[in-house]
């Protein structure tokens, strides 16, 4: 079974009067464009995004906030996405200590609980049919 590489790799949070807007890019400078574009288009502003004025949380994850042209402030926040998912399979694959191969091991890739989480959905909806159709 061969890896999908994902389309984008970051997720931009725009956090603008309570609201949150998304968008996302596939590397660092469409994040820019993509980030410009969202405020243009729902906000009716312009900004362009500046990584220098930037917190880097932890590996992969940014914050920050930019002035946009009619001096309001707008606060971000950028996911690496791929990342995460293979960072959290590496440490959650870590654990137990259990040499080699074996069944213990193997949940240690991220696509292991890709599939729990579907799985646990996929019967969290045969559950809520069986409770409609009591009704």
Request: hydrophobic fraction near 35%; charge should be positive; glycine fraction near 8%.
């Amino acid at each position: 079974m061969s890896k999908r590489k994902p389309v984008f790799r970051y997720k931009v949070k725009i956090i603008y009067n309570k609201k949150v807007y998304l968008c996302y890019a596939s590397n660092l400078f469409m994040i820019k464009e993509r980030f410009s574009d969202r405020v243009r288009k729902e906000l009716k502003m312009w900004c362009s995004l500046n990584f220098k004025e930037s917190d880097e949380v932890s590996t992969g994850y940014w914050i920050g906030s930019n002035v946009t042209s009619c001096n309001n402030r707008i606060h971000w926040e950028v996911f690496d996405l791929v990342g995460a998912t293979s960072m959290a399979g590496r440490l959650l694959g870590s654990i137990g200590g259990s040499n080699g191969r074996g069944e213990s091991k193997r949940r240690g890739d991220s696509a292991y609980y890709n599939n729990l989480r579907e799985k646990g959905l996929a019967k969290r909806r045969a559950n809520m049919r069986k409770a409609q159709n009591k009704i």
